[in-house]
């Protein structure tokens, strides 16, 4: 639907977020640029597994989460990592993470998760039909294998929260589970299929296509740094860059995991963390899954790529500025040797690939996602942590609607900036 009013929109940050929403409000007829310091879509957006999984409504602090952390961290191969020079500086984000996880609350994270998460193959189908680009998503579902029942009953909130949010999945055991996927190991016992997810083969070359459509559709993209706000009274005036300001009706914060001081910049504090996350590539390889799996006690995720088979997953708590840890990636070639035993026990270094990303992180699992407390006109799309792959795509149309005037699609008062206050 064209807005009433085209107006100048700058879309700070091109990975997946800025690049969907920057579309969304191009569609509405407003004359957009994007504002991206580095390269496009290199982000968080570039390494990803890849993954559209509207089902990922569950939180990451649940309850009882807490009891399994020493263990994780203890593990040299667990699933969590803290870097102990940085714990100062991350208890406050972890006290808020733990309180965030009761029964009570990630029953309403997940509630208000599922409308933004679940539309996502609608939203992105538009965007992806006219950017050329339909070979970029496959719909084959997400399928979570278990190496023991107990494992499968330690997850049954998780299974919960997705089945009360309208989720529908199919259960496997040992025999279905090697017909539907002949290259996992035997020593799964059992898996879940959710046949509505789907994934892109390729998250850079889908950002990258989604990209150039804007800008052969007339949007721009400028190359600086957003530091601030010109803002007069309560209305904005221009987006503030280390090349100059950039005179703009609407800006949009779509920076992932490095928002924190463009939302200080306009009077609202939130406890935003990196989670970070690494990927490990294997080109030509010996096995491959056909759809996404996801080891649900490694925390990782096999999913089959244009370009080989990734492993993805693990969290990291270091910040933004700790070199990476490639022992971190190395871990998950371990244990997707164990998943996929068709692969051979040792590859050559050039055949292997690793990769860091920031997941931008909120304490309860939601996104960042509504209008500034200085400037109606300053809109946050930020920390969509696990999922920002998945959210990108509705993310754009909300704030298309806030841009135009219109009532959001959805109810975004869970992810109002405030309400960490
Ligand atoms: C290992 C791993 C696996 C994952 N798997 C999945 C998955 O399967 N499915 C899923 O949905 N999600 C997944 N995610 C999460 C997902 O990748 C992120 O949530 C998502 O990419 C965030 O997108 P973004 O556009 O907000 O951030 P980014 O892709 O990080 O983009 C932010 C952009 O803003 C730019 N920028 C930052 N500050 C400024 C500034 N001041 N001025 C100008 N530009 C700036 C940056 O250069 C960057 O290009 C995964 C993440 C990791 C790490």
């Known amino acids: 639907m ?13 990975g997946m977020v800025g690049v969907c929403t920057a579309s969304w409000l191009q ?89 933004l998460v679940g539309p996502t193959r609608e939203a992105l189908a538009p965007l992806v039909s006219a950017a050329g ?34 989720v529908e999945v199919d259960e496997f055991d040992a025999d279905e589970l090697r017909q539907l996927e002949p290259a996992l190991s035997r020593d799964y016992v059992c ?11 390729n998250p850079l070359k889908l950002v990258e296509r989604l990209l150039g459509h804007f800008l052969r559709s007339g949007g721009k993209i400028m190359q600086a740094r957003a530091h601030g706000f010109r803002l007069e009274g309560r209305r904005l005036a221009a987006i503030q860059t280390d090349t100059g300001d950039l005179p703009a009706d609407a800006a949009v914060i779509c920076t992932g995991a490095y928002s924190k001081p463009l939302a200080v910049a306009l009077g609202d504090w939130v406890p935003l963390e990196t989670e970070r996350g690494y990927h490990l590539m294997i080109s030509d390889p010996e096995s491959m899954p056909r759809i996404p799996t996801a080891d649900a006690d490694g925390k990782f995720v096999a999913t089959p790529m244009e370009t080989g088979l ?14 990476p840890d490639w022992r971190r990636a190395r871990i998950l070639l371990a244990q997707g040797r164990k998943m996929l035993p068709g692969l051979a026990a040792s590859h050559p270094e050039e055949r292997i690939s690793v990769w860091m990303g920031h997941r931008p992180s909120l304490p309860d699992s939601l996104p960042v996602l509504g209008r500034s407390q200085a400037s109606p006109d300053v809109i946050y799309a930020f920390g969509h942590g696990h999922v920002g792959m998945t959210a990108a795509p509705m993310t754009g149309k909300i704030v298309a609607d806030l841009v135009a005037g219109r009532p959001p699609a959805i109810d975004i008062a869970p992810f109002a900036a405030g309400r960490f206050g």
């Open 27 to 115: 569609r509405d007829g407003h004359s957009v640029f994007l504002v991206e310091m580095g390269q496009p879509g290199h982000g968080a957006s570039f390494g990803n597994a890849g993954c559209f999984n509207g089902s990922s409504v569950t939180p990451i602090s649940m309850p009882g989460v807490i009891r399994n952390v020493p263990r994780w961290l203890f593990d040299p191969v667990g699933p969590l990592s803290l870097r102990w020079s940085y714990l100062p500086a991350i208890a406050p984000w972890l006290v808020r993470f733990m309180r965030a996880g009761t029964r009570e609350k990630v029953h309403a994270q997940a509630r208000a998760l599922r409308p």
């Open 191 to 201: 898996g879940v299929l959710v046949r509505e997810n789907g994934h892109t083969p």
């Open 310 to 323: 990734r492993f993805a997953g693990t969290v990291e708590l270091a910040g933004l500025a700790a070199p």
């Open 2 to 14: 064209p807005a009433s009013e085209a107006k100048r929109v700058g879309v700070i940050g091109a």
């Open 133 to 166: 680009a339909n070979d970029l998503v496959h719909r084959l579902g997400h399928l979570y294998v278990y190496r023991s029942v107990q494992s499968l009953e330690k997850d049954r909130l998780a299974w919960e929260l997705r089945r009360e949010n309208g």
